[in-house]
């Protein structure tokens, strides 16, 4: 059948060819007039022989299929062709091959998605698709071959096709790897999806390998950073950058949390999962892509600004007094300490003031971490030692809470005196003039917590209630004159949780200038209030605690412009350097009873009342009657062995 066909077809063009010239000339339409006029009773005047000798009878060139199309649906639909073939036409390779020989590329690529397409709950399933994967790579490979070579014209044709159902076909290959721990395969295929479908993919992969193993991560790592670039060069390409950029916003987003958790455990381990991301950004991108060294400085610089926004909330959710550390801050330590190790030359030499601003910082954030990992590992020991009887604790037990406590102060000191250099210093000049309009604005997420840790679910009394005091916490002067304005509503990402919204205008030392306060100004002090549970209209002992907070400048229209760092390094500042010197005056008082001098606590009585460290007003009211407190107790205590001394010599 397709051998007569062919021959019919060489014939009839070469027929035409020759314009009537040895092969047989066939027009239908006049065989089809002859037939008509025998019927009307001229047939006496009608030949049915051969027009020439060697020629197709009409008859014949009547039976043949106009085209390809027509002689492949003959194969497999004429009761003429055997069954096997009929059968054989049905099968998806034939399919495709007949859809190739016709060109139809259109029709080929609806085939192939309607064979491989997942269903409703596939697609859903973590990316893990159940189609044949034979069929998937075929079609993955087919797509891109024809995307390379098919001419611009018929492109511009099929291009929709190419691009929809093509990508679809990509994405799915893609799943496909991935399912299979072919996480080195990936970026292959993805680099070649649209930009936003190759973003989301990489970010949704990545995020369901935060928990995987450092050698399953690097895989996924070095896929992306080999077959993207790694800085946007057009608007149809994805990017590394934008990528991990996706990864580490969607990180700090709040994730619901159980009604009965108890807030610093939950956000410990929320800690955790915002930390993990930064491991991305530590990875070494291999020496063949362009560019490596620089790469590598960028992903460094990068880790450096988001573990300090880390440290930031961190140290805002870690102030209870706890034997637990908070391990988000120490994972970031960990993940940075080999890439920090290595000479700082290139990281420096970058023509970018903030990076070693935040280099800085970061050191401040270790050095705070590390005392904080002190006086928690003196609260454990001196826990455990409690719940043994005095007999059964050996010498060693005995040491180590005082050891640990000896620690703690003389690590604190260096913290606190640092002539010239104070610790997470917020007095920074703002890049805007004193003549600008512009505003500050600080947004937080945070749960409404009683003294026993327990979470308060929040209703519109007490956002309502909220918002009074926290405008309370400043005079009515102040609020006209800086234009305050408080805003707290219930998160819509988690009903435990609040969203706080503060705007002010920046003003000359508060965003304008030179912060010299360095205190984070209004929007530090409002928040600080609020954190510390001290506003005086509402609730008693019920503070915010904070598990997000970003603060920037913005103009009229409340469009956001650079980061106002200053405000939370700030409010960090307030609350961290109170906390660290309760804490310490707590340790003076039990190595007093240790039988140690009270020489340190002494240097922080005098350190607090000294105007050159400009600590006093960091502490609040409840704070301050704190400390005078167990600076009391202390004294007391101190007159006690004095006297017992005395005693003793009489």
């Not at 929709?160 to 679809?168: A, P, Q, S, V």
């Not at 920037?552 to 939370?568: Q, R």
């Not at 009585?605 to 000294?610: P, Q, T, Y």
Request: aromatic fraction near 6%; charged fraction near 25%.
């Amino acid at each position: 059948m397709v051998k007569c066909w062919l021959d019919a077809q060489v014939d009839l063009h070469l027929s035409h060819l020759l314009k009537g010239g040895g092969a047989i000339s066939y027009d239908r339409r006049s065989n089809e007039d002859q037939m008509s006029g025998s019927l009307s009773g001229g047939g006496e005047n009608m030949s049915v022989s051969p027009v020439s000798s060697g020629s197709w009878p009409y008859q014949i060139l009547d039976q043949q299929p106009r085209d390809m199309a027509s002689l492949l649906q003959k194969l497999h639909s004429s009761e003429m062709v055997h069954e096997a073939v009929s059968r054989s036409c049905r099968e998806q390779h034939r399919q495709i091959q007949m859809r190739m020989m016709l060109g139809d590329v259109s029709n080929l690529l609806d085939l192939l998605w309607s064979w491989i397409s997942p269903s409703e709950s596939d697609w859903d399933d973590n990316l893990r698709p159940s189609g044949d994967p034979e069929m998937m790579r075929f079609g993955t490979h087919l797509v891109l071959v024809l995307r390379y070579i098919i001419d611009v014209e018929l492109k511009e044709v099929i291009r929709e096709k190419l691009e929809t159902i093509g990508d679809r076909i990509l994405h799915l290959y893609v799943m496909y790897l991935f399912s299979q721990q072919h996480e080195e395969l990936v970026g292959v295929y993805a680099s070649q999806l649209a930009r936003h479908l190759c973003v989301d993919l990489f970010v949704q992969m990545m995020e369901l390998r935060l928990n995987s193993s450092m050698v399953v991560k690097h895989k996924l790592f070095l896929s992306a950073v080999e077959y993207l670039p790694f800085s946007s060069e057009d608007n149809y390409k994805a990017c590394f950058e934008e990528i991990i950029d996706r990864v580490l916003s969607r990180s700090r987003e709040t994730k619901p949390s159980k009604k009965d958790a108890d807030v610093a455990e939950h956000h410990r381990l929320q800690s955790l999962e915002k930390a993990m991301v930064i491991q991305w950004l530590c990875f070494t991108p291999p020496s063949t892509i362009k560019d490596f060294q620089g790469i590598s400085v960028m992903l460094l610089v990068k880790a450096l600004m988001h573990s300090n926004i880390l440290f930031r909330e961190f140290a805002l959710i870690s102030t209870w007094r706890v034997p637990e550390t908070p391990i988000g801050a120490h994972k970031l330590l960990a993940f940075l300490s080999e890439p920090l190790q290595q000479p700082k030359d290139n990281l420096l030499s970058m023509d970018d003031p903030d990076v070693s601003d935040n280099l800085h910082e970061f050191e401040d954030w270790h050095a705070y971490y590390s005392w904080d990992a002190t006086y928690r590992k003196w609260l454990k020991t001196e826990s455990e030692n409690g719940t043994v009887p005095p007999d059964d604790i050996s010498s060693e037990e005995k040491d180590a809470p005082i050891a640990f406590a000896r620690e703690t102060l003389s690590s604190a000191l260096p913290l606190l005196i640092r002539e010239g250099d104070p610790w997470l210093s917020a007095a920074q000049e703002s890049t805007f003039s004193s003549t600008e309009h512009v505003f500050l604005e600080l947004h937080a997420v945070a749960m409404l917590c009683l003294p026993s840790r327990e979470c308060v679910t929040p209703d519109a009394t007490h956002c309502a209630a909220l918002t009074s005091a926290l405008y309370s916490s400043v005079s009515e002067e102040v609020v006209l004159h800086r234009h305050l304005h408080v805003d707290v509503t219930i998160s819509s990402e988690d009903s435990s949780c609040i969203d706080v919204t503060l705007r002010c205008l920046a003003v000359e030392g508060d965003g304008l200038g030179l912060h010299e306060a360095n205190d984070g100004g209004l929007l530090a002090t409002v928040m600080a209030d609020g954190f510390k549970g001290e506003l005086n209209q509402f609730q008693s002992g019920v503070a915010m605690e904070i598990s997000r907070i970003d603060a920037w400048y913005s103009d009229d229209n409340h469009v956001a412009g650079p980061p106002a760092i200053h405000v939370v390094r700030g409010l960090c500042r307030r609350c961290c350097i109170p906390e660290i010197i309760l804490r310490c005056m707590q340790v003076a008082g039990y190595l007093s009873q240790a039988g140690d001098s009270v020489e340190t606590c002494e240097k922080l009585i005098e350190l607090v009342a000294s105007s050159d460290y400009g600590i006093l007003h960091l502490l609040s009211q409840r704070q301050l009657q704190e400390f005078l407190s167990l600076q009391r107790d202390l004294m007391l205590h101190q007159m006690i062995l004095e006297e017992e001394a005395i005693a003793m010599d009489a």
